[in-house]
């Protein structure tokens, strides 16, 4: 382990704080953990982890303790800094002291296979990353196997996208791909698809879902575009009877998941098994 840090201006530390920003991620292939939990989270799931942060003046955890000792044993390297330095690296007010910067996964998309019973979800351009991170954490929830992000939906490793994910981004697995390289996929793989729109006939409660497929969610602004609906098997819709005139896309996703999660429960056959499996 190294000497104790004690100055924010160490050139480690500052390559830290600039993992803040998308480009620096992409370029490294890094990313920016915080917190007891989430490390936690990335060191049980076996992620690879560059580094561990630590404030030991912070940590108290013995939780937190033996999972830096676990690292310590899979040859993470440790570094130990001062509550102050900790703090300028902190994401938020009066952190715990445990930090991690981890390496970036992506599946290829010729690895995804709702064909043989798989549950995706596919996401176009969502910009919110803490939406991003909600439906990660919902995605998990039921079982998906993970998320494709199409064209310019906003990074899954992005600080607030991991927060809200509350650890389910280092359990689903994570495409991005281009629209191009998408429709060629689907040409050549029929992937069974389901679009929402506000304009579909097709109410989501009413629809029997195959066991195999992929929810395709559009913007928060635009909703699904049309190449993408264009794909789509069957379009269903969510009924409101308010005065609002939408869903918040996190929200409208996990009303879509649960009730595929609630169907093949009554089926008796559970997301990533086939079925009458359990």
């Avoid at 690879?48 to 390297?77: D, N, T, Y």
């Avoid at 009066?94 to 981890?102: E, F, I, Y």
């Avoid at 996990?254 to 999660?261: G, N």
Wanted: proline share 5%; charged share 20%; with cysteine.
């Amino acid at each position: 382990m190294d000497d104790l840090i004690t100055s924010s201006a160490n050139p480690r530390l500052k390559l830290i704080r600039k993992l803040r920003e998308r480009k620096v991620r992409e370029q490294y292939g890094l990313f920016y953990v915080e917190g007891i939990r989430l490390v936690a989270e990335a060191i049980q799931q076996g992620w690879p982890i560059e580094m561990l942060v630590v404030a030991p003046q912070r940590l108290s955890s013995e939780f937190a303790w033996q999972h830096v000792e676990q690292a310590r044993q899979k040859g993470v390297r440790i570094i130990e800094v001062s509550a102050k330095v900790f703090e300028s690296l902190a994401l938020k007010e009066n952190p715990q002291g445990l930090a991690a910067v981890a390496r970036q996964r992506w599946t290829p998309l010729s690895m995804v296979n709702p064909n043989a019973g798989e549950l995706w979800v596919a996401l176009e351009a969502i910009q919110d990353p803490g939406n991003l991170g909600t439906i990660l954490r919902t995605a998990d929830a039921v079982g998906a196997k993970g998320v494709i992000l199409l064209e310019h939906t906003t990074d899954p490793y992005d600080p607030a996208a991991v927060r809200a994910s509350m650890g389910a981004v280092f359990t689903q697995q994570l495409v991005r791909t281009t629209q191009e390289e998408f429709l060629q996929w689907c040409a050549q793989t029929h992937p069974t698809l389901i679009g929402t729109s506000d304009k579909a006939h097709q109410d989501y409660h009413e629809f029997t879902y195959p066991q195999g497929l992929i929810v395709m969610m559009g913007s928060e602004r635009e909703g699904l575009s049309p190449p993408y609906a264009a794909l789509c098997q069957t379009m269903v819709a969510i009924p409101m009877v308010g005065r609002v005139d939408s869903l918040n896309v996190a929200i409208a996703t996990a009303i879509v998941l649960y009730e595929i999660f609630n169907q093949r429960r009554q089926r008796g056959s559970w997301p990533g098994l086939g079925a009458n499996e359990e």
